[in-house]
């Protein structure tokens, strides 16, 4: 398991918690549920997450 920290949630969570943390490490970014963070997480290959941030922002993954 990589080093993770920085962990943050989404400013657009609204402080509800029904959001996602994300932490970022030397090679790979983690992911976890903010309401249970003990729960594990999953971790992702850096340059991964990119192409997934970069597919949400150019809407690759828009309906419709």
């Known amino acids: 398991m990589a ?13 509800q918690g029904q959001c996602v943390e994300v932490g970022f490490g030397s090679d790979h970014v983690g992911v976890r549920d903010t309401k249970n963070r003990g729960a ?3 971790e ?3 340059q991964l997450w990119k192409d997934f941030v970069g597919g949400l922002k150019s809407g690759r993954f828009d309906q419709g």
Request: overall charge positive; glycine content about 16%.
């Open 44 to 46: 992702i290959a850096s």
């Open 40 to 42: 594990g997480r999953i």
């Open 3 to 15: 080093h993770i920290s920085g962990w943050r949630t989404s400013s657009r969570s609204q402080g």
